[in-house]
């Protein structure tokens, strides 16, 4: 167990819906990001988050977006979905954003659209 | 732009065997390089993590990697495969002065070990 506590472990929804993933970080971590896993992209950076404010952005969609929370957790936010946004997301934390830190990654939300 | 490739999709080895998987980079700068292992239905795993120092850099469950910083690689070893250990295998880079911290996995690398 990582420490990372991602909500909901499963989600089913249609096309055209939206959705919001949780993420609870370990105890301590400033840092929080979340990553796409899909079977023909991989698993792709889409955003980071630090102590509330962006960090770095990756490939996230204009449809996507994120924000951190002053009690740290973080939410992802998909909306207009499609089927290609089935995926696996995953949130990850870190104690700070330092390159040598470990990041620690969630179990994930496994998101179907359909 | 910094880059990480696993040449391999799939490595079959038998139980007991040393097993091998293979990682290259490419950063501008000096890398820092990861391993995660994830289990089916299951995220992923810290394994170990090379910053500095020793070049033979020794992790979880008995797995370690050597850097080699002449031939850009980073691949994860293990003296004697266990049944257990079939999942699949990300290496992960970061380029700290790369102007900011994303970790940039490869493709993955599924070991499969037979008994």
């Known amino acids: 167990d990582s420490g990372v506590t991602q909500t909901p472990k499963h989600l089913i929804t249609a096309t055209g819906q939206r959705v919001t993933l949780r993420c609870s970080p370990r105890?301590?971590?400033?840092?929080v990001y979340w990553y796409q896993q899909s079977l023909d992209q991989g698993l792709q950076f889409l955003i980071q988050y630090y102590n509330g404010e962006e960090r770095a952005k990756g490939n996230i969609l204009e449809r996507f977006s994120a924000q951190q929370f002053p009690d740290l957790h973080s939410e992802l936010n998909l909306s207009s979905l499609e089927l290609g946004d089935s995926a696996l997301y995953f949130c990850?934390?870190?104690?700070?954003?330092?390159?040598?830190?470990?990041?620690?990654f969630g179990e994930g939300s496994w998101l179907t659209v359909v | 732009a910094q880059s990480v490739a696993q040449p391999e999709d799939q490595v079959n080895v038998a139980e007991g065997n040393p097993l091998t998987v293979k990682c290259t980079y490419s950063?501008?700068?000096?890398?820092?390089l990861f391993w995660y292992v994830q289990y089916p239905n299951r995220g992923l795993q810290f394994l170990l993590k090379?910053?500095?120092?020793?070049?033979l850099v020794k992790g979880s469950y008995g797995f370690e990697a050597e850097f080699n910083k002449s031939q850009t690689s980073f691949h994860l070893k293990k003296p004697s495969a266990l049944v257990s250990d079939s999942a699949l295998y990300f290496c992960a880079v970061r380029d700290p002065g790369g102007g900011y911290n994303k970790l940039i996995f490869g493709a993955g690398t599924r070991l499969a070990v037979h008994p």
């Open positions: 090379y910053i500095t120092g020793d070049n």
């Open positions: 105890s301590g971590d400033l840092s």
């Open positions: 990850a934390s870190s104690v700070s954003d330092s390159s040598g830190n470990t990041i620690y």
């Open positions: 950063v501008s700068g000096n890398p820092y």
